[in-house]
């Protein structure tokens, strides 16, 4: 099996996988590695480790050397060039008179590449606007259209919840979210109490999710859901008839009382609604 490390470009992005060759990075260095887009620079998360072929993207690339001071100062004079190349942008987009909306400007490494992110509400033609930047810059441009949540992720903000968000904190991708989710967690359905600040359903929703399906079943697994009893309804167990009391949803149990003194703990599966269970 191949030895690997794992390198981040950006915070919560996803992780990528290098040969570190004999350049004996480790986890928390730097490194310039070679990827499909050039040179970038980017911090080991992962330390050098062996994992079967299977789970690498082929082809694998390499770990160029670890990151020197040079390195980290034409990073920081990178960044400084993308704050201007932004504002030339934002200038050249509203000379066209293009309806879209600039996100983040990104620089490779070595400035062989330099990516605009921009979110429109459908295609934009802007071959034009790109000669423009190609003029100015004089390397390749590519112009990259994004959507909402991705649009969150770059700028960041905070939550109904009051915390950072999970997108832009520690979610590496995004997963799919579906208002069933919100219905088998008896949420709200109102779109403004189930929606993140980009407008689509909250990836928090997918949290908890797993605890309410059938016999717990893990977060990418098909949600069958168990039906949750609910506190104050008189329910039939094979011990008796009895008042539920609390329910915990992640051992799927409910506490069921039989009597003033009596309260015994019951899988959902095994208490069924009193009225139809005469016989119990």
């Known amino acids: 099996m191949p ?40 911090e080991v998360v992962i330390s050098p480790r062996e994992m079967a072929e299977a789970n690498i993207m082929a082809p694998l690339k390499s770990v160029i050397r670890k990151a020197t001071e040079e390195d980290t100062q034409k990073l920081a004079e990178n960044r400084v060039r993308e704050k201007e190349a932004f504002n030339i942008c934002l200038r050249k987009i509203k000379n066209h008179d293009l309806p879209m909306n600039l996100i983040d400007v990104e620089f490779t490494f070595d400035v062989n590449k330099i990516i605009f992110y921009f ?77 993140g600040i980009c407008g689509r359903l909250m990836c928090c929703l997918k949290y908890e999710n797993h605890l309410y399906c059938k016999n717990g079943a893990g977060r990418g697994a098909h949600c069958e859901r168990q039906e949750e009893p609910k506190i104050g309804t008189l329910m039939a167990t094979p011990l008796g008839k009895g008042k539920i ?32 269970a005469d016989d119990i």
């Open 119 to 195: 979110t429109a509400d459908g295609r934009i033609d802007f071959r034009d606007l790109v000669k423009d930047l190609a003029a100015v810059f004089r390397t390749r441009i590519e112009l990259r259209q994004i959507g909402v949540r991705d649009e969150a992720k770059m700028l960041g903000g905070i939550g109904c919840c009051g915390r950072p968000l999970c997108c832009a904190s520690f979610l590496e991708d995004f997963e799919p979210i579906s208002i069933k989710m919100a219905k088998d967690q008896n949420l709200s359905l109102n779109p403004a109490k189930i929606s």
């Open 3 to 42: 030895t690997v490390v794992g390198v981040r470009f950006k915070k919560a992005a996803k992780i990528y996988y290098f040969d570190p060759m004999e350049t004996r990075v480790t986890k928390g260095d730097f490194a310039i590695v070679e990827t499909a887009r050039g040179l970038e620079y980017g």
């Open 245 to 276: 009391t609390a329910v915990d949803r992640k051992q799927h149990t409910a506490s069921v009382q039989l009597t003033p003194n009596n309260i015994i703990q019951v899988e959902w599966d095994e208490i069924v609604d009193a009225s139809q």
